[in-house]
């Protein structure tokens, strides 16, 4: 049996990850394989898009998986968004249809570069005061208490 460099890096990566940093991984590969997706579709191989798809779809279940529902309306819209863009990836993967992954992932990217923002140094640094807000503060609070587990 081989090793495979990049499966022990990505391990690694993920196992001291904080969990923000997680949840930008996790975007980072469902972005991965919905592209795969689609672009397999267009190539007209059937089999690598399905399991792309698949992996994508897995990926977004454990986002929203992730959600802690009762931590505000950002968590429920989150909700929401991870419902919609499932429902997208099957529909796309059961009609052959690369544009509704194509759709995804532009969803995908935007809330991508908004997870980058909450994960970067700077928001680090506030973190902190984030995970100590008032439990019924609105917006990045209560989404950085949903994925950090912060009391």
């Known amino acids: 049996m081989t090793l495979d460099p990049t499966g022990v890096y990505r391990q690694a990566q993920v196992a001291t990850s904080s ?10 590969g469902a972005i991965r394989f919905t592209a795969l997706s689609a672009a397999r579709l267009e190539q007209h ?5 399905h399991r792309a798809s698949l992996r994508a779809q897995a990926i977004v279940t454990e986002l929203r998986a992730s959600l ?6 950002v968590a429920v819209r989150l909700d929401a968004l ?3 863009m499932i429902r997208r990836l099957i529909d796309g993967n059961t009609a052959k249809d690369s ?3 194509r759709e995804v992932v532009g969803l995908l990217r935007e809330l991508l570069e908004a997870w980058r923002v909450i994960a970067s140094p700077q928001a680090a640094a506030a973190q902190p005061a984030l995970a100590s807000a008032s439990p019924a503060s609105p917006g990045l609070a209560s ?7 912060a009391a």
């Open 19 to 28: 969990p923000v940093a997680q949840i930008v991984l996790l975007y980072e």
């Open 45 to 49: 191989d059937l089999e690598g898009s």
């Open 68 to 73: 802690n529902l009762g931590a505000g309306d």
């Open 82 to 84: 991870y419902d919609f």
């Open 99 to 101: 544009g509704p992954a």
């Open 143 to 149: 989404l950085y208490r949903t994925v950090s587990g």
